[in-house]
């Protein structure tokens, strides 16, 4: 049964919304710039987990350039945070002049609780008998230096997958991570005072420290000199930050619960379902679906789910902007359409035979016209309701005996128009007797109707669109003639 123009576009407009969401999904399954400014509206508190041990300008005044310095230095303060009872230590700075000191400081880099950091690219070469686990000292830096996520192994040259050095930290502290290369985003930190806890590194050689401070913690060793460390590294909020503080943040995000990813094929349903969602809401609920599901991202973010807000609020909006489509269209059509059976009226009739005519010499043209009989007594007996109920029932039984090329048009209130394509006299008579029959006998409850036929071809005697109309009206006129006789 034909429908209204308004929905007349929805049997396209839900299978496009569909593949637009399906599209936009593998197109872009995830939202950095969403999930950075979340990052930065949404910083988590200090780890009191973890600590940093800060190679500050005071450490180099007394100890001297930094690439100088013996390993029994570090030796001492592994020695202190030992004492103190760490849980786990990170010496995120590469050794180097070890030499004979090797041997020597085997026992105390040989413990599976301290990491040492090496450099990316790099073999993971230490001293023979130094058995301490190592990871790659990198952090994923993106444009202007930003530092935006972390990965818990990164590939080298050989295809091997080298595992990172938060990761060993973390493990080292009894925290199981596996080893990939999905980037995982690296947490903002409340810049309040009071922030990650920083020790300077000469108290910690000199055991100048509060052991309570250290008991338990996983601890860090890093430059942190101002002097050293420049802008070059920033956070997603644009402050420097040292790298040894960047390391800390990640470690800090694997020890607590991990960031969720939506699986791809959830993210495509979701899309999916905005996209058609607004299609079948019309109207602006679209852009309100998309309002929702963009906020979604905020608490979802809270307990560690990666949501991709923006590429589902855009599904929304291509919903929105299909159902903006179909109503031009619709536009661009209503004084061509019919608004109760969403048939095209007698100016669409007009335009369809002048746009045919030229062609009649090699595809003759024919006419069916249709006129209900007893239309009217339905209005007055049942109300005008049911009068359109008949209407729609009657163009849709001539719409399932048409063929294809075939086009219908209301012709006027209890009139329907059939241009039939490629049709002969022999053609319209076999088209006639079966519509005829297909309509017979029709009624609606209580009160009988008829129909009445009027058919008309181009040959050499019709040789315009008024005179194959007006062969088609003088047949339609005998036939109910013959018919009210009859009664």
Not at 292 to 314: C, K, M
Not at 381 to 388: M, S, T, W
Request: net charge neutral.
């Amino acid at each position: 049964m034909p429908t209204s123009p308004e929905r007349s576009l929805a049997r396209y407009t839900v299978p496009a919304a569909a593949v637009l969401g399906l599209s936009l999904a593998l197109l872009l399954p995830t939202n950095e710039r969403l999930w950075d400014a979340v990052n930065r509206a949404l910083p988590s508190p200090p780890d009191p987990r973890v600590v940093v041990v800060g190679i500050d300008d005071a450490s180099l005044r007394d100890y001297g350039r930094l690439p100088g310095w013996p390993p029994e230095l570090y030796a001492e303060a592994l020695r202190t945070l030992d004492e103190a009872g760490a849980r786990a230590v990170g010496l995120d700075v590469l050794l180097e002049g070890v030499g004979n000191s090797g041997p020597v400081l085997a026992g105390t880099f040989s413990r599976p609780n301290v990491v040492l950091a090496t450099a990316p690219g790099e073999a993971n070469e230490v001293p023979p008998g130094w058995t301490a686990p190592t990871g790659v000292s990198a952090l994923n830096l993106g444009p202007g230096g930003v530092v935006r996520s972390f990965q818990t192994a990164y590939a080298t040259g050989n295809g091997r997958l080298e595992p990172s050095f938060a990761r060993q930290v973390a493990v080292a502290a009894g925290e199981p991570a596996p080893l990939d290369e999905r980037p995982r985003p690296l947490r903002a930190v409340k810049a309040e005072s009071g922030g990650l806890p920083v020790l300077p590194f000469r108290d910690v050689v000199n055991g100048n420290v509060r052991f309570a401070d250290l008991q338990g913690k996983v601890v860090l060793i890093g430059l942190t000199a101002s002097g050293l460390v420049g802008p070059s590294l920033s956070d997603v909020s644009g402050q420097a930050v040292p790298g040894v503080l960047l390391q800390a943040r990640a470690v800090s995000s694997l020890l607590g619960p991990p960031f969720v990813w939506l699986p791809i094929w959830l993210t495509a349903l979701l899309c999916v379902a905005a996209a058609v969602g607004a299609v079948l809401a019309r109207g602006l609920w679209g852009f309100g679906i998309a309002l929702v599901t963009l906020g979604l991202a905020v608490p979802l973010w809270l307990v560690n789910v990666l949501f991709p807000g923006v590429t589902v609020s855009v599904a929304a909006i291509l919903g929105s902007a299909l159902v903006a489509l179909e109503r031009w269209w619709n536009l661009r059509n209503l004084g061509t359409r019919d608004p109760l059976t969403g048939l095209g009226n007698r100016l669409a009739f007009t335009r369809a035979v002048e746009h045919r005519w030229p062609g009649r010499e090699g595809r003759p043209l024919g006419l069916l016209l249709v006129d209900l009989s007893g239309f009217r007594k339905v209005n007055e007996v049942y109300g005008r309701a049911a009068g359109d109920e008949v209407l729609r029932d009657l163009a849709g039984r001539i719409g399932s005996h048409k063929r294809r090329g075939d086009v219908i048009f209301r012709w006027g209130p209890d009139e329907f128009a059939v241009l039939l394509d490629n049709t002969d006299k022999h053609d319209l008579a076999r088209i006639s007797a079966s519509m005829r029959g297909a309509l017979d006998a029709l009624t609606y409850r209580d009160v009988p109707l008829s129909v009445s036929f009027g058919a008309a071809t181009t040959d050499s005697e019709v040789r315009s669109p008024e005179e194959l109309i007006e062969a088609a009206s003088r047949s339609r006129y005998r036939m109910k003639y013959r018919r009210e006789q009859r009664e």
